[in-house]
């Protein structure tokens, strides 16, 4: 069955640091990954995903994330976080039978 | 484009009672999904509509939820009566076909319930 685990439930970085979120997956065949944040009171906004292709992927905000697939793995980075970045951000897996993790809230210090 | 509307936005409600959500997808998207998440957690998918037929409804419980997607458009998630622990925030997702790939799902901004 597929399954998503992000490692850490939450995480604080300091303005302009650079930052990665961990996602580990369990997915049969090749899998469809995806970053989506949440801010507080609204819904998920997809950062972005990975179908095919090359394993760097480039999303919104100035997110990226890359597929390793010898470690199972889809970590989301940003080379300098903005206080605006601080909210709760899920890895998914699958397509019409998406698996979301538990979530890694994110604090920005200024 | 307009995206998935939701409504209410809250609601509180006492035990027993029961509730019902209204979800109104992006305009063209033939599928439709309704999530529970629990504070803390992340969606967990409740049940999932093709068009007007039900795709997968195994998480779904059936005991005190339904759901129905009347015509293939709008969509309701009712549940009767309601416990403790369905306070959550429902979440409705709908998606249309990519060309060259899979669908991808938008969310609306989610009903947060409260059952006292």
Same mark, same amino acid.
């Given at each position: 069955?597929?399954?998503?685990?992000?490692?850490?439930?939450?995480?604080?970085?300091?303005?302009?640091?650079?930052?990665?979120?961990?996602?580990?997956?369990?997915?049969?065949?090749?899998?469809?990954?995806?970053?989506?944040?949440?801010?507080?009171?609204?819904?998920?906004?997809?950062?972005?995903?990975?179908?095919?292709?090359?394993?760097?992927?480039?999303?919104?905000?100035?997110?990226?994330?890359?597929?390793?697939?010898?470690?199972?793995?889809?970590?989301?980075?940003?080379?300098?976080?903005?206080?605006?970045?601080?909210?709760?951000?899920?890895?998914?897996?699958?397509?019409?039978?998406?698996?979301?993790?538990?979530?890694?809230?994110?604090?920005?210090?200024? | 484009?307009?995206?998935? $509307?939701?409504?209410? @936005?809250?609601?509180?409600?006492?035990?027993?009672?029961?509730?019902?959500?209204?979800?109104?997808?992006?305009?063209?998207? $033939?599928?439709?999904?309704?999530?529970?998440?629990?504070?803390?957690?992340?969606?967990?998918?409740?049940?999932?509509?093709?068009?007007?037929?039900?795709?997968?409804?195994?998480?779904?419980?059936?005991?005190?939820?339904?759901?129905? @997607?009347?015509?293939?458009?709008?969509?309701?998630?009712?549940?009767?009566?309601?416990?403790?622990?369905?306070? $959550?925030?429902?979440?409705?997702?709908?998606?249309? @076909?990519? $060309?060259?790939?899979?669908?991808?799902?938008?969310?609306?901004?989610?009903? @947060?319930?409260?059952?006292?």
């Amino acid at each position: 069955a597929q399954s998503v685990t992000q490692p850490d439930i939450h995480i604080t970085v300091s303005e302009g640091a650079s930052l990665e979120l961990r996602c580990n997956y369990s997915y049969g065949a090749t899998p469809y990954l995806f970053w989506y944040v949440q801010s507080p009171g609204q819904g998920l906004q997809l950062l972005l995903k990975y179908f095919s292709g090359d394993t760097l992927v480039q999303g919104i905000k100035g997110f990226e994330a890359e597929f390793k697939r010898s470690q199972s793995s889809f970590n989301l980075r940003k080379p300098s976080v903005h206080w605006s970045d601080a909210a709760e951000y899920f890895c998914a897996v699958g397509v019409n039978d998406m698996r979301f993790g538990a979530g890694t809230r994110l604090t920005v210090k200024p | 484009e307009a995206g998935v $509307a939701q409504s209410p @936005r809250y609601k509180i409600i006492e035990k027993r009672q029961s509730v019902a959500f209204w979800c109104n997808p992006i305009s063209g998207h $033939a599928t439709l999904y309704w999530y529970q998440q629990i504070l803390g957690q992340g969606p967990k998918l409740l049940i999932q509509f093709q068009n007007n037929g039900v795709v997968d409804d195994s998480q779904l419980p059936k005991d005190r939820f339904s759901a129905e @997607r009347l015509k293939g458009v709008d969509s309701t998630l009712k549940i009767q009566p309601a416990k403790l622990e369905d306070s $959550a925030v429902y979440l409705c997702a709908s998606s249309g @076909r990519l $060309a060259g790939g899979p669908n991808e799902q938008f969310f609306g901004p989610g009903t @947060r319930l409260t059952v006292l």
